[in-house]
Structures are given as structure tokens and as C-alpha cells.
């Protein structure tokens, strides 16, 4: 599968020069032709040990940045930050060079969430769920033009237009998933942020969420930021990847480079934690890390 | 004659409806199974209904023989003396397992007591015997289940299943809520374990990686029917079954671009 | 859509005791506080039910009763439910040490006998039916507080919730899009349960000499004074209490009702 639409080699190669220059651009502090960028940022709860320290990441449009790291590591917080819900302790959050702020912002940053249960509002219907953006960012010329921009959103999801009429406790996982997009794509935002977005999902599910996502960032030249602690997710979607480790990127580049090199020993643990089946029914079909039976 | 003997297992809601449908395989002594499904697909009731722990409502029909005694239909109290010593169950959640008003060390000593009848100075090495197996530190016998990390509580729940020396470990999802370094850790620990003991081993997850990575054979479950089943390298190279198909398919395809990466 | 064959049961119970109310305001059978009828005649005859140890009819002050029956009991309902589910939505909203701060009073008037509660207001104001009310709402919202705060809390950390902030919802409108449609129905069913009760305390307040004043005898003043003669005249016991449990179960019934008619996921496995 290759739907970050990363072709022959070459083509790789390219945007592996290109990324390693949005990277050394955020790490260095100039805004560039970053959409979203964290510059510097720490984080810490009144009287507790700092949740994120000196963390700088940018996306640019029409590019994907994975957060990449486990449990504690800092990555829901670092999303928070980038979505304007906390401001950092210390250093800035960027919106095209601005303040992450007001009516501007919120049209173009819009999340995704983990829990397709618990993300959409069992009480209202599909229709009244996608076009909230809409009406709370007054976007909307006419009463007509929800319902339209409401079918096109689930078209581009790949729903029926007749899903609007229905509550979503009639979707499956996977499906509500899909409604979730439509709700962040509706009023065309420039960043998407999301939050695990597959982790809940059957395998199966997963695959066909995942292009969907790489997708919509291609054809709409969206920057997509995605947290994930799975690294088969984030090599089939991202190009860039940043790894975090207690609060502190560890490594970050093009997801080629940090996922094919990894440099630092945090990375490649994570990457040889992956349960795989390439390894685990590999073409012996012995398994090496089994030990001896006695 | 093996150790678990499942025929036509059939599990049913008091409203009539099928969760499980049919389900047949067998786990003979040293044997590793793994069962595989998407969620609703039933394979953690059929975890349950093999140790006689479905839940209210639930009932069981067809046959499942652990170690010689019958479970379907069989009496609670019958069960007791089956459950720990036949076969012992590892959650996916490690909190929930645990009394988190005990100390690690109290609840690990319970079932050694009961099943080995030891008391005093033999139980407090059998408890640290027990930690030092799942690579644990002594301290942690003092600790409060809160108190440790998921991964820690995964190993406390597996030394406890692992005291009553079951000849059966059946682990339903055991990694499932951890982080990838800490599953990649407690299944290296299952698999030294199980095959060190000469265990036979029921996995129950929905990745199929985790699975083919510590078992020998799979049993792929569809909305409660049993489509196929074969060795690991069957069924990841050559499945048969549409749905068997189309779940290794998503799993390689997932897989295949950190391949190509990451080799 | 079909409507469940209890809900139907409860709106006919409620609108019964209702019509009853009404007919009272406009035909009685006797004046209530006449005690010419005869000490505790049995029922049949002129005197339907009977009449009370003072000779009054127990059919017409059955009728009044239901009156203030009502009134008590949508009153202090809608008493307590302003006040509780404003002083809960606002805990539930509150930076730490103000939900703190509420949730510690909320305690402390849930601690506090209703019988106390009452009489501070009949001391501020006089025993009368809107002082019932009011002492009785203050009692109950105490407790619609607490469940409010709990219900919003659980709302409040759902992922929808984000999703509609960060979309600009301001927070007034996340209450009236979100938090309100989604505790609504289980708020409804607590308060119908609380309206029972109310009916009950005015009872013991009555009793007390801290509710309505004679001669306008509620349902639960006739219980009180039934409670002597029971065993000669249970009449007198048995009607005030088969009404008591008509309201009640009728109150309840409609609310189990409502909230299926607002639960999408109730609604299509019908």
C-alpha cells in the first residue's frame, strides 16, 4: 500500500531533501512555509514534572507529520497545544506565523479523534453533527447550502448522502470514524489533526481509514498531524515523523529516514517492538525468537 | 487424548441469538493455538465458555473437554478444581484482575497457598520465585497494583495465572492495552515461559502479527463461525477462506510500507 | 413511530387526577369543610366515599386535595429543578475550587432534614402551600444539583464535546447543542421520582402543622387523619393512598416514555 503517494526512488529522494528542510526550518525557529508549528514548546501542570520540553514540530500544506511515541510520552498533550484547547508554559504555537486564535483558526485546525463512540453525539443526527462547523463558525450563506456542503463532505468519505438522516449509533466503527472526517473536513480546513485515529478500528477497517486520510491530504492539499503509536500506520501515511520520548523529540525527519536509519537507540526499539508478520511467519516459517523447547 | 477438546461449541444470548456457532479444535499437551477475529467475532467467549465463565444469560451448548472433565453443563463447584490447575486465564486488563486493596505480593501468595499448600517461610520464596520468573523486582510485592506500571500488572496477572501450574494458559488479549515496547517485553516473557514449562497455550487477539508471532497454529473466527484454521505459515501465506483472505491481506498491506522501510 | 402502550397508561393516570383537580375548581359534590353529613358514614348513599371523623365528605376534599396535590407537586419540582439543574450545570462548568465549593453546600443542605429546611421558611414566610413548595423544592435541589453535576461532568469529557469547541461552539451553545439534549432524559425520570416524594413530604409537613393551613386538606393531610379510625373506616385511608399511587405511577410511566421517545438508539428497536 502506498498512499502517501510516495513513488519511485527518486521521487522519495526529493522529498527527503525537501522535508529535512521543513525539519531544519522548525528546528530553527523561522516560520518558513509552515501552516502549524510548535516552537520550542514546554508544558507542565502547576508543581509537576513538565509534560513537554522544548519541542519544536511543523507541517506544512499538503504534508503529514506522525507524533510518534507511547503512553506518557507527551504526544495527546503536544495535539492539545496545536489544537489552541491549552496554551504552552513556555514557547509559542504558530498559525500561519500568528496566534492560534479566533475565527480563522478554528475554521482551518480542525481534530479527529481516537474513540469513534465517544466523538460523535449519540443525540443528534449525522447531518446536524457534520455541519456544526458550519453553523458555529457562521460559514453558511443560506439554510440550503449546509445540506449541500454536508453531502459533499460525506461523499468524500465515502458515505451515502442519505447518512445525514440517520443517528449514528446505526454506523459501525469504521463508519463513524468516516462521519468524524466529514465533521473535520467540512469547512475545508488547512491542518487535521488527529488523535489515533485507526487504533480503534479492525485491521480491515484500519487499511481503508488510513487511505481515505492520505487521501483527502493529497487531494486538498491538507496538512495532516497525526499522534499514533503504531509505526505500520504512520510509515504507510506520513512522510515526516517526529519521535517523542518523555516529553522531548528524539529524533525527526522524513518518516523514511527516521524509520529506515533510525539514530537514536529510542527509536529503534520502538521500531523492533512492532509485532510483524513478515518476521513472525517469516519465509522459513521458524520463528527466531522463539527459544528452545526442552 | 488432548488436552482441550472443543466440539461444535455453540454459545447462545437468553434471547435466543448465536454469538458462537459450531466451533470445533482441539489444544493437545505443549500444544500453542491461537484464535483470531475482529471484534464480535467471539473468540473471547469461547475463551470463556472453555473455562465455564460466561457470563449471566450466556449459555453453552456442544462439548469442550479440559484435562477430562467436561465443562458445558457442568456444575460450579465441579469447575473449582479444574480452573487454576487444568487451565488459567490472563486478561486483557491487568487492573480489573487484580484486588487493588491488596498487595502484589498478598494477592500472588493466595493462589500458591491454595495450590501448593505452602505457608511461611517456603510461600515467601515461592512469592519471590514467582516475581523473579516474570522478571519483576522484589519490591514490587509490597506495591499496590495502582502503584506499578500496565505493563508490571501484566506480569503480576501472568505470575498469578502461572502459580496454580495450569498444563493451559489461555490469554485473551494480554498485550493489547500496552505499549508496543512493553508488549514486544511480556511476549517474549510468555513465550520463554509457556515453552519452558512445556505449557500448551490458547492466545486470543485480533493481530494477526501478535498471534502468528507466538503460536503454531490459528483459528480464524467470522461472526462466530470458525472459517478456517491451519498453521501460521497456512494461513499467513496461503489462506483459503475469503475472509481469511482479506484479513492477512490488510495486515501485509499495513505492514508493507514499514517493510519497505524498515526490513 | 409507535408509542409504548405504558406511556399511554401513564398519560391517562396523570390527565385522571388532572380532570379530577379541574372538576373540583367548578362543581364540588359538598362543601369540604361542612361537617353536617354525619360522622364517619360509610360510603354508599349520599356520601359516595364516605364521610371523615368531623362529618365532612371525603369525596369533595379527595377532589380539593388533588388540587394541591398538583400544585405541590409540579411546583416544588419546578422549584427544585431551576434551581438544581442551574446550580449543577454550574458545578458541573466550575473551575476546581468552585465545583468544590458547591459540591461542600450541596452536601451540607443534602444533610439537612427537610423538616429543618422547612421550618426556616415558615419562619421567614408563614405555613402556607407556596411555602411548602418552596421549602420542599430547596430539599429536592439539592439532590437534581448533584446528579446534574454528575451528568454534565460525563458529558463534558466526551470527545464531542472538543470536536464542537474546537469548531468555535461557544460554551452557552455547547449547553444547548450537547449537554442539555444529553441529560435531559435521565434528569426527567429522576425528577418524577422526586415529584412522588414531594407529594409524600407535604404529607409530614401537613402533619406538622408547616404546610397549607386547614381547611384545605391535601391528599397527604387526609392520610394523617385517616390514620386513627383505619381499622373502623379504612375508606378514609384507602382513597387519599390509591390516588397518591395514581399520580405517582402516572408521573413516572410518562417520563420512562419521554425519555425512550428521546433516545435515538431506544427509539429504533422498537
Redesign the interface.
Known amino acids: 500500500m502506498n498512499p502517501a503517494g510516495a513513488g519511485p526512488d527518486d521521487a522519495e529522494n526529493a522529498d527527503r531533501a525537501e522535508s529535512h528542510d521543513a525539519a531544519n526550518a522548525a528546528r530553527a525557529g523561522s516560520g518558513g512555509s509552515a501552516v502549524l508549528e510548535a516552537r520550542d514548546v514546554g508544558f507542565a501542570y502547576r508543581k509537576a514534572a513538565p509534560v513537554l520540553t522544548g519541542v519544536s514540530v511543523a507541517v506544512s500544506p499538503g504534508r503529514s507529520l506522525a507524533l510518534v511515541g507511547e503512553s506518557g510520552a507527551g504526544k495527546t498533550t503536544l495535539l492539545r497545544l496545536l489544537l489552541g484547547l491549552a496554551r504552552p508554559s513556555s514557547g509559542r504555537i504558530l498559525f500561519d506565523g500568528g496566534e492560534p486564535s479566533g475565527r480563522e483558526f478554528r475554521r482551518n485546525v480542525q481534530p479527529v479523534f481516537q474513540d469513534p463512540y465517544s466523538s460523535l453525539d449519540p443525540r443528534q443526527r449525522v447531518g446536524r453533527i457534520v455541519s456544526e462547523p458550519l453553523r458555529s463558525l457562521r460559514l453558511l450563506g443560506s439554510r440550503d447550502e449546509a445540506g449541500d456542503r454536508v453531502a459533499e463532505a460525506l461523499r468524500a468519505v465515502g458515505l451515502p448522502a442519505d447518512a445525514a438522516r440517520r443517528y449514528p449509533h446505526e454506523f459501525s466503527g469504521g463508519q463513524r470514524q468516516r462521519i468524524a472526517i466529514a465533521r473535520a473536513i467540512v469547512c475545508e480546513p488547512k491542518v487535521l489533526l488527529a488523535d489515533e485515529p485507526v487504533s480503534a478500528l479492525d485491521v480491515s477497517t484500519r487499511v481503508r481509514v488510513v487511505e481515505l486520510l492520505a487521501e483527502l491530504g493529497e487531494s486538498r492539499g491538507m496538512a495532516v498531524v497525526m499522534v499514533s503509536h503504531d509505526l505500520t500506520v504512520v510509515a504507510a501515511l506520513c512522510r515526516d515523523t517526529a519521535v517523542l520520548e518523555r516529553g522531548r523529540v528524539v529524533e525527526q525527519g522524513p518518516t523514511l529516514a527516521v524509520l529506515g536509519s533510525p539514530a537514536h537507540p529510542y527509536t529503534r526499539k520502538l521500531l523492533d517492538s512492532v509485532p510483524r508478520l513478515s518476521r513472525a511467519a517469516g519465509a522459513g516459517g521458524e520463528r527466531a525468537s522463539r527459544p528452545e523447547r526442552p | 487424548m488432548s488436552l482441550l477438546d472443543v466440539k461444535d461449541l455453540t454459545v447462545r444470548r437468553a434471547d435466543g441469538r448465536e454469538l458462537v456457532t459450531g466451533v470445533s479444535f482441539t489444544v493437545g499437551t505443549?500444544d500453542r493455538l491461537g484464535l483470531i477475529g475482529?471484534?464480535g467475532s467471539g473468540k473471547s467467549l469461547t475463551a470463556l465458555a472453555v473455562m465455564g465463565l460466561l457470563p449471566a444469560g450466556m449459555t453453552a451448548h456442544g462439548s469442550a473437554v479440559l484435562d477430562g472433565t467436561e465443562i458445558v453443563g457442568a456444575r460450579d463447584g465441579k469447575l473449582d478444581g479444574v480452573r487454576g490447575r487444568a487451565a488459567a486465564v490472563v486478561f486483557q486488563e491487568p487492573l480489573t484482575a487484580l484486588d487493588p486493596l491488596m498487595r502484589v505480593g498478598h494477592q500472588l501468595a493466595e493462589p500458591l497457598r491454595r495450590h501448593q499448600r505452602l505457608r511461611g517461610g517456603p510461600l515467601r520464596a515461592a512469592v519471590m520465585a514467582a516475581l523473579a520468573e516474570v522478571r519483576l523486582d522484589e519490591r514490587v510485592a509490597r506495591a499496590y497494583p495502582h502503584e506499578i506500571s500496565?505493563g508490571q500488572r501484566q506480569r503480576v496477572a501472568i505470575a498469578m495465572a502461572l502459580a496454580c501450574r495450569p498444563k493451559l494458559l489461555i490469554a485473551d488479549e494480554p498485550t493489547t492495552a500496552l505499549?508496543?515496547?512493553?508488549?514486544?517485553e511480556v511476549?517474549?516473557l510468555l513465550?520463554?515461559l509457556v515453552?519452558?514449562r512445556?505449557m500448551a497455550l490458547l492466545f486470543i487477539s485480533?493481530?494477526?502479527?501478535?498471534v502468528?508471532?507466538v503460536t503454531d497454529r490459528i483459528v480464524v473466527l467470522k461472526e462466530g463461525v470458525a472459517v478456517e484454521s491451519g498453521s501460521?505459515?497456512d494461513i499467513?501465506?496461503e489462506p483459503r477462506h475469503a475472509y481469511t483472505r482479506?484479513?492477512?491481506n490488510?495486515?501485509?498491506?499495513?505492514?508493507?510500507?514499514?517493510?519497505?522501510?524498515?526490513? | 413511530m409507535k408509542r409504548s402502550p405504558t406511556f399511554l397508561i401513564g398519560c391517562v393516570l396523570v390527565a385522571l387526577v388532572c380532570a379530577v383537580a379541574v372538576v373540583s375548581l367548578l362543581w364540588l359534590p359538598y362543601d369540604p369543610s361542612d361537617t353536617s353529613g354525619g360522622r364517619l358514614v360509610p360510603p354508599g348513599g349520599a356520601h359516595w366515599l364516605g364521610t371523615d371523623k368531623l362529618g365532612r365528605d371525603l369525596l369533595s376534599r379527595l377532589m380539593v386535595g388533588a388540587r394541591i396535590a398538583l400544585t405541590v407537586g409540579f411546583g416544588s419540582v419546578l422549584v427544585g429543578g431551576v434551581l438544581g439543574v442551574t446550580a449543577g450545570l454550574l458545578a458541573g462548568f466550575a473551575t476546581r475550587w468552585l465545583d468544590d465549593t458547591i459540591s461542600a453546600v450541596l452536601d451540607i443542605l443534602i444533610a439537612f432534614p427537610t423538616l429543618l429546611l422547612a421550618m426556616l421558611v415558615v419562619a421567614v414566610r408563614q405555613a402556607s402551600l407556596g411555602s411548602a413548595v418552596l421549602a420542599i423544592g430547596l430539599a429536592m435541589s439539592a439532590i437534581v444539583a448533584r446528579l446534574t453535576r454528575v451528568l454534565v461532568k460525563r458529558v463534558l469529557a466526551q470527545d464531542y464535546i472538543t470536536a464542537s469547541r474546537t469548531s468555535g461552539t461557544s460554551w452557552p451553545r455547547v449547553v444547548t447543542e450537547h449537554v442539555l439534549p444529553n441529560i435531559w432524559p435521565t434528569l426527567l425520570v429522576n425528577l418524577a421520582l422526586q415529584l412522588g416524594l414531594a407529594v409524600l413530604a407535604e404529607a409530614s409537613l401537613s402533619y406538622l402543622g408547616l404546610g397549607p393551613p386547614p381547611p384545605n386538606a391535601s391528599w397527604g393531610r387526609l392520610l394523617q387523619e385517616a390514620q386513627a379510625t383505619v381499622l373502623t373506616a379504612p375508606t378514609g385511608a384507602i382513597a387519599p393512598g390509591v390516588l397518591l399511587v395514581v399520580l405517582v405511577v402516572g408521573v413516572n410511566l410518562v417520563a420512562d416514555g419521554f425519555r425512550d421517545l428521546a433516545d435515538p438508539t431506544r427509539r429504533r428497536s422498537r
Open positions: 505443549g475482529e471484534s500496565g505499549d508496543v515496547t512493553v508488549q514486544a511476549l517474549t513465550d520463554g515453552a519452558s512445556g485480533h493481530d494477526l502479527a501478535v502468528a508471532g501460521v505459515r499467513v501465506y482479506s484479513l492477512v490488510s495486515a501485509w498491506e499495513l505492514e508493507g510500507e514499514l517493510d519497505r522501510m524498515a526490513p
